[in-house]
């Protein structure tokens, strides 16, 4: 059963970094592709961004470009999200999770094994 756990959530003022980081465990991480998206209050869930299995392409929501960066360590099967410049539109709810055939995708529904979430919130 593969079990995905994200955690560094918070509440932040605008202009604050945080870092998230998913931890995953019960199946073959470094053949995931990951990803992070989230979901704000009465929104649909979004793409933010992308990581392939080797952590050498990555891909972004245009509005999160130059602010956001993925990367992951494959040695301690876990994915990271680390967010600089945040606004206020950056709360929400994000989840990480898994492509387990590996295909580096901005598609939600390509995505096969989730996270359960962890808040983030942004004041102005």
């Known amino acids: 059963q593969v079990q995905l756990v994200e955690s560094g959530g918070g509440l932040v003022q605008a202009g604050d970094s945080l870092r998230l980081s998913c931890a995953v465990s019960g199946g073959t991480f470094r053949g995931y592709a990951m990803g992070w998206l989230r979901q704000a209050p009465g929104k649909e869930r979004e793409f933010v961004a992308a990581i392939s299995t080797s952590g050498r392409t990555t891909y972004y929501a245009d509005s999160v470009k130059g602010r956001f960066t993925c990367s992951r360590d494959n040695a301690k099967n876990t994915v990271y999200l680390q967010m600089t410049s945040l606004k206020p539109e950056d709360t929400a709810v994000y989840y990480c999770?898994?492509?387990?055939?590996?295909?580096?995708?901005?598609?939600?529904?390509?995505?096969?094994?989730w996270g359960q979430g962890t808040q983030v919130t942004v004041s102005s």
């Open positions: 999770a898994a492509n387990r055939f590996g295909q580096l995708t901005t598609t939600t529904s390509q995505y096969d094994y």
